[in-house]
Antibody, heavy 116, light 110 residues
């Protein structure tokens, strides 16, 4: 059974870059598409984007200018980078694995706060 | 892209059935058969309960069912139980090769 684990800094300063990694356990990062989803405090889910080991990416149009995602097959993990962050980017960030057009495996989430 | 529209809250008594609508557009819910539903308990990660409009993953109770008509998808929970109290989100693939979530619905068991 595939399991995912997010990691990264819990605190990022405004205007800097948020960087998170998701390690895939019990499966291969080459077998699926992989997404990042976030949830601001007290609010709903927002899809950030998806990546695959082939180097293909699709991003939320509202975040596209600030987002980069990529897969590292040597470490069996995938990553998110979100630049020029503001307080509005404060959220719980989840990584998720796809089964075709749905997300059937989720990490537990990691909280990122944007503050000076 | 705009979030899919869901009611903020729905409630029901134990044993009752409730339905949560999810309204999108002809570019997402109305275009593809790629609507999924997620259950989220407080402080927990979302859990997939429905995929491809009507399909239940292994291990999900048969009390959860779903359908779609036009630009609106719907999730029905039958025989409502205390453990069903949670937030529910719909999600759809879009013609922009992206995904969009619904605004979320808090289900309360009275």
């Amino acid at each position: 059974q595939v399991q995912l684990q997010e990691s990264g800094p819990g605190l990022v300063k405004p205007s800097e870059t948020l960087s998170l990694t998701c390690v895939v356990f019990g499966g291969s990062v080459t077998s699926n598409w992989w997404s990042w989803v976030r949830q601001p405090p007290g609010r709903g889910l927002e899809w950030i984007g998806e990546t695959s080991h082939r180097g293909s990416n699709n991003y939320n149009p509202s975040l596209k200018s600030r987002v980069n995602m990529f897969v590292d097959t040597s470490k069996n993990q995938f990553s998110l980078r979100l630049n020029s962050v503001t307080a509005a980017d404060t959220a719980v960030y989840y990584c998720a694995g796809h089964g075709d057009y749905y997300m059937d495996v989720w990490g537990k989430g990691t909280t990122v706060t944007v503050s000076s | 892209q705009s979030a899919l529209t869901q009611p903020a809250s729905v409630s029901g008594s134990p044993g009752q059935a409730i339905t949560i609508p999810c309204t999108g557009t002809s570019s997402d819910v109305g275009y593809y058969k790629y609507v999924s539903w997620y259950q989220q308990h407080p402080g927990k990660a979302p859990r997939l309960i429905i995929y491809d409009v009507t399909n239940r993953p292994s291990g999900v109770s048969c009390r959860f069912s779903a359908s779609k008509s036009g630009n609106t998808a719907s999730l029905t929970i039958s025989g409502l139980q205390a453990e069903d109290e949670a937030d529910y989100y719909c999600n759809s693939y879009t013609r922009s090769n992206s995904y969009v979530f619904g605004t979320g619905t808090k289900v309360t068991v009275l």
